[in-house]
């Protein structure tokens, strides 16, 4: 990585979020849940890549997640994305929410670990932000048959049936696993394309 802290300056009024601070995260937060909302629905006729797709979307929206963070750098950017991501992902489904949230106020935490000026811990919050993607399937894990009946109606009876194939037990750990290494593989790649592209055309 070329620069291995954010250059800011250290007014306290300066880690305040301000309108522009929220207009930029509003921006990154809508790429990011049109892009993940791509990925996901793109997939989800597939059932094997319905239940990996906590990995694609790590892979896929890393970069999206590290823009928004890194242009803000102030307490609030994860939190709001994660919010956005918890209403749209998991509605209807309050543990889903709940869960949601913790895992972007975990990445918050993490980057304020890092003083807001760490670039390493700015994209290794992402490791955490993206446990969001196996939040919407708690319902499968903890609400089978209420989850399998909703698939029907959606996809059809033969959808379920494949789709019950890949549910096994342990599938909340297999995919928290898929989320971490896709997250991981996602942050190598927003690293690169981040020091390559959008720091010297001055987006962050």
């Known amino acids: ?18 309108t522009r601070d929220l207009i930029y995260a509003g921006a990154f937060g809508a790429v990011y849940i049109v892009l993940m909302l791509i990925v996901v629905l793109g997939t ?30 102030k307490f609030g950017a994860a939190l709001i994305l994660g919010v956005l991501f918890a209403l749209v992902a998991c ?14 106020l975990a990445a918050e935490l993490i980057i304020k670990a890092g003083n807001y000026k ?15 993607m196996v939040c919407p399937y708690t319902m499968l894990y903890f609400h089978r048959d209420e ?11 033969e959808f379920a049936d494949e789709l019950a194939k890949y549910a096994v037990n ?19 790649i927003a690293s690169k394309l981040i020091n390559k592209h959008f720091e010297k055309a001055n987006i962050i």
């Not at 509605?91 to 972007?104: F, K």
């Not at 760490?118 to 969001?132: D, G, P, Q, T």
């Not at 989850?147 to 009876?157: D, E, K, L, T």
């Open 44 to 73: 989800s006729a597939i059932p094997i890549l319905y239940i990996v797709a906590p990995f694609t979307v790590g892979v896929v929206c890393a970069t999206v997640y590290e823009l928004c963070v890194l242009k803000v750098h």
């Open 91 to 104: 509605s209807g489904n309050i543990l889903g929410m709940v869960l949601a949230i913790a895992a972007a």
């Open 1 to 18: 990585m070329a620069k291995k802290e954010i250059n800011q300056t250290t007014q306290n009024d300066d880690k305040k979020m301000r």
């Open 170 to 188: 342990g599938l909340a750990f297999i995919q928290i696993g898929l989320a971490l290494a896709g997250a991981a593989i996602g942050v190598f």
């Open 147 to 157: 989850f399998m009946a909703r698939s029907v109606s959606f996809y059809g009876q």
């Open 118 to 132: 760490s670039r390493k811990m700015y994209l290794l919050s992402f490791l955490a932000f993206n446990l969001n």
